[in-house]
């Protein structure tokens, strides 16, 4: 069966560093619908932040711009988080995905933002133009509910992961993030 889309968030905002935290939260408050376990919407808002801060420190530095992150929960329980900018671009996509590649000059960044996106999404797509912008598309795909592999396994005994609202982050996330 094919799956549908059941809704989608617009979201446009300043290339700030401020926001970081405002667009993570925000992604995550969505996403809450589908009622995610909490180790997955950890997941989502880390990657979120990393696309985020990407936007702020890179595609556009101190001239600064608008970044365009779309969310569209799916009914199979996937989530695809777009990130764009139409800042500098990058020009080898596959060398900037390597883990601990970084064209960063300052010693602040590690060079882990797209390894922690591609870990935490179960797809990763990167596009970019030079001079142009850059799209992120990330998918994840979310566990059933409890009540649904209750069905499926046998098993209605396990309904303690259910995520709450707040605005945790993994620890592997090392930017700060003011929270
Ligand atoms: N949105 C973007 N616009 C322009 N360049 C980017 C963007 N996102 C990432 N890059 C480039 O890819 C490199 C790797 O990114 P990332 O893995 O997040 O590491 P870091 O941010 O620590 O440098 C960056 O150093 C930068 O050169
Ligand atoms: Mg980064």
Same mark, same amino acid.
């Given at each position: 069966?094919?799956? #549908?889309?059941?809704?989608?968030?617009?979201?446009?905002?300043?290339? #700030?560093?401020?926001?970081?935290?405002?667009?993570?939260?925000?992604?995550?408050?969505?996403?809450?619908?589908?009622?995610?376990?909490?180790?997955?919407?950890? !997941?989502?808002?880390?990657?979120?932040?990393?696309?985020?801060?990407?936007?702020?420190?890179?595609?556009?530095?101190?001239?600064?711009? /608008?970044?365009?992150?779309?969310?569209?929960?799916?009914?199979?329980?996937?989530? &695809?988080?777009?990130?764009?900018? #139409?800042?500098?671009?990058?020009? !080898?996509?596959?060398?900037?995905? &390597?883990?601990?590649?970084?064209?960063?000059? /300052?010693?602040?960044?590690?060079?882990?933002?797209?390894?922690?996106?591609?870990?935490?999404?179960?797809?990763?797509?990167?596009?970019?133009?030079?001079?142009?912008?850059? !799209?992120?598309?990330?998918?994840?795909?979310?566990?059933?509910?409890?009540?649904?592999?209750?069905?499926?396994?046998?098993?209605?005994?396990?309904?303690?992961?259910?995520?709450?609202?707040?605005?945790?982050?993994?620890?592997?996330?090392? &930017?700060?993030?003011?929270?």
């Amino acid at each position: 069966m094919r799956r #549908k889309t059941i809704n989608i968030m617009r979201l446009e905002l300043e290339a #700030k560093s401020v926001n970081e935290s405002f667009s993570r939260q925000t992604v995550s408050a969505f996403t809450a619908q589908l009622s995610p376990a909490l180790d997955e919407l950890a !997941d989502i808002r880390c990657a979120v932040s990393e696309a985020v801060t990407n936007c702020v420190v890179h595609a556009y530095g101190s001239s600064g711009g /608008t970044i365009y992150i779309t969310v569209k929960l799916f009914s199979d329980r996937s989530v &695809r988080v777009t990130v764009k900018d #139409k800042g500098c671009g990058i020009e !080898d996509v596959e060398l900037a995905r &390597r883990p601990l590649y970084t064209t960063d000059k /300052t010693g602040e960044r590690g060079g882990m933002g797209f390894a922690i996106m591609d870990s935490f999404c179960d797809s990763l797509r990167v596009t970019s133009k030079p001079g142009r912008g850059t !799209d992120i598309i990330m998918n994840k795909k979310l566990r059933p509910l409890p009540s649904e592999r209750a069905v499926s396994d046998g098993d209605a005994d396990n309904d303690t992961d259910a995520a709450p609202e707040d605005d945790s982050c993994r620890k592997t996330n090392t &930017r700060s993030t003011g929270d």
